[in-house]
């Protein structure tokens, strides 16, 4: 890994050394666009190796090939993780590795233990302001990620319960009766791993998550998350609460109390586990960019802010219109796009990129229907 020492000006500062940061990254160099720097506040794949030791990638990797297939799970054009790996489903620790050996092999120029703090813009200048120093940047990638800022509201006595981004092991837990609050992916995974511990779990979500029939996985939960809940032990120790919106947890001596909306009240010995998403980094930098109704960062066809031209989001948290970019096979589609306006802006020809429609991903725009079809 080269590591920049400077402060700028860079081309590009990319914030977040994960997934989405190194895709950009590479996407970068494909488009001749060197002068950037990588800024990431622990090391490169922090949030994957905190990913509890026994949750898998649901995405199935298979090896990238020469007919224009990229495995599902790779950052760019020319790995595969299926290949690296040998594994179908990456644990995040194995995953980090991973992306540890693109960072190296690629040299990209990613900067550790660098938190950023805060970004402004004077003129035609981003101010990027670190714990240490602020660096000057013409362009900024955000790609931060959301596991880091894990959602931390929505009822009174949130705070009673355990995030499940911060356990460790599910193996680890004490306690034979869990509440798991939220069913989609995060859920049933730790309903999934406790149940094989011999552990009663009851999952409430205020949806019907389970019975979506949607075919899209950032919406339905994904086969192999439906497939491990045909499982004996899944099928004999979870029961699964529909339609169950919490309305608040409260602590009783040593026990906890859930009571739902409708008036409902689970008792259970253990803290409740959260599994009820993140709220993102973007919140960081929003003061940068218009808001959609539904709270993220509305973007242009560049996936750049609409008020501060320059500033660029990459990774789970991009949205356009009602599609959802929150896996690595579709959020990677935009890597290129963004390479290519900074490119340009630059002056610079970008040549390199025109690989990428090979291998199915966009360089101008979002190509796709945008209507209710199997693939949006
Ligand atoms: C349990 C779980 C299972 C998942 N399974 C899958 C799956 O099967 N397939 C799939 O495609 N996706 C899956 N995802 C989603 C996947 O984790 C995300 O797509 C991915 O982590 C997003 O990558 P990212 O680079 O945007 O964010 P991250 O991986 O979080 O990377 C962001 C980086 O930015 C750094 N950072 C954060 N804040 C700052 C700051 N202020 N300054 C500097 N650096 C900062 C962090 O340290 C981190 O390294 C899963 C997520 C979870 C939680």
């Keep these: 890994m080269t590591s920049s020492s400077g402060t700028g000006p860079y081309d590009v500062v990319v914030i977040g050394g994960g997934a989405a940061g190194l895709g950009a990254s590479i996407a970068l160099l494909h488009a001749g666009v060197e002068n950037h720097v990588i800024l990431e506040r622990k090391t490169v794949g922090a949030s994957f190796d905190a990913w509890p030791a026994e949750t898998r990638f649901i995405t199935p990797s298979f090896p990238t090939n020469s007919i224009g297939m990229i495995d599902l799970n790779s950052i760019g054009i020319g790995f595969s993780p299926a290949f690296s790996l040998q594994v179908e489903h990456p644990s995040g620790e194995e995953f980090a590795a991973h992306l540890r050996g693109i960072a190296e092999f690629m040299e990209l120029p990613v900067r550790d233990h660098t938190n950023v703090k805060r970004v402004t813009k004077s003129g035609d200048v981003f101010h990027v302001e670190t714990d240490g120093e602020t660096l000057e940047a013409r362009h900024v990638i955000w790609a931060a990620g959301e596991f880091q800022y894990p959602k931390l509201d929505g009822f009174p006595g949130i705070e009673l319960c355990r995030h499940t981004a911060t356990v460790a092991s599910y193996d680890a837990l004490d306690g034979d009766d ?199």
């Design 178 to 376: 869990f509440v798991v609050i939220g069913g989609y992916e995060s859920g049933v995974d730790a309903a999934y791993h406790l149940a094989w511990n011999e552990k009663r779990v009851r999952v409430l979500d205020s949806e019907d998550p389970w019975g979506s029939e949607s075919s899209d996985p950032s919406i339905a939960l994904s086969t192999y998350s439906l497939e491990r809940m045909r499982e004996e032990p899944f099928e004999e120790k979870v029961e699964l609460l529909a339609n169950t919106r919490v309305a608040a947890v409260t602590q009783k001596g040593d026990a906890f109390e859930v009571e739902t909306a409708d008036g409902r009240r689970f008792q259970t010995p253990v803290a409740p586990l959260f599994a009820g998403g993140f709220d993102g980094s973007h919140k960081l930098v929003r003061d940068l960019f218009e808001l959609r109704e539904d709270g993220f960062l509305l973007l242009n066809e560049h996936d750049e802010s609409t008020v501060t031209p320059g500033i660029f989001l990459c990774g789970p948290a991009v949205r356009h219109d009602n599609h959802v970019f929150c896996f690595i096979y579709k959020y990677r589609q935009r890597f290129a796009v963004v390479a290519k306006a900074i490119a340009t802006s630059l002056g610079l020809p970008a040549e390199g990129l025109e690989q990428y429609r090979q291998w199915g991903m966009y360089l101008d725009d979002l190509s796709c229907c945008g209507e209710e079809c199997a693939a949006c």
